[in-house]
Structures are given as structure tokens and as C-alpha cells.
């Protein structure tokens, strides 16, 4: 059984910092590409940053230079340091284990920037 577990979320102020870490289970997770998305409330689903197995990464526009995702096979873990956090970045953010025509995601965790 597959299981992807989000943690780190809350609420911060604007300009504050949270660290999501995502533990994955039944899965060879270094094999995985893996990746965080969030959804704000009325809004699509939209990929914020994605690790390939061999470490590459990307990001969406408005979270460059603000996000850095990170990964340890050690741990079966997939990691999102958030830095200067913005109101426009609340949402639910959700972890996604992705390889070939398999993918599975996590239950969401719920990040909220206010003052």
C-alpha cells in the first residue's frame, strides 16, 4: 500500500518560513519523481516544484528564488522549504510521487499566510 504523508503546514505571517516534508511508503522512492502542488481555495490545482530522481528541479515562476524542494532517498522523504511567504501562497499543498504511468498523492496540508 502506497502512502504519502504531508506534514509542516500551518499558519505564518507574510514574510515568514515553513518547512513541508512529505514521507513516502510502499513505493522504491528513489525510482520517483517527486513534486508539490497546492490548490487555493476556488482555484485549480497547480505544480509549485517538482525533483527528479536524479535531483534535478524546477519551479513555477512565482515561487523561484522563494522555494527550494529537496530529497532524501535515505529517508523516502521529499522536502519544500518555504522562504518569504506570501499571502498568494496559502493553499492546500499536496505531495506527488510520479514514475512512468503510476502516480500517487498525499492528503494535503493546509498552509496558511496571514497577518
Known amino acids: 500500500q502506497v502512502q504519502l504523508v504531508e506534514s509542516g503546514g500551518g499558519l505564518v505571517q507574510p514574510g515568514g518560513s515553513l518547512r513541508l516534508s512529505c514521507a513516502a511508503s510502499?513505493?522504491?522512492?528513489?525510482?520517483?519523481?517527486m513534486a508539490w502542488y497546492r490548490q487555493a481555495p476556488g482555484k485549480q490545482r497547480e505544480l509549485v516544484a517538482a525533483?527528479?530522481?536524479?535531483?534535478?528541479?524546477n519551479y513555477v515562476d512565482s515561487v523561484k528564488g522563494r522555494f527550494t524542494i529537496s530529497r532524501d532517498n535515505a529517508k523516502n522523504t521529499v522536502y519544500l522549504q518555504m522562504n518569504n511567504l506570501k499571502p498568494e501562497d496559502t493553499g492546500v499543498y499536496y505531495c506527488?510521487?510520479?514514475?512512468?504511468?503510476?502516480?500517487?498523492w498525499g492528503q494535503g496540508t493546509q498552509v496558511t499566510v496571514s497577518s
Open positions: 506527488n510521487a510520479d514514475r512512468r504511468r503510476s502516480t500517487y
Open positions: 510502499g513505493i522504491t522512492f528513489m525510482l520517483y519523481a
Open positions: 525533483i527528479t530522481s536524479g535531483g534535478s528541479t
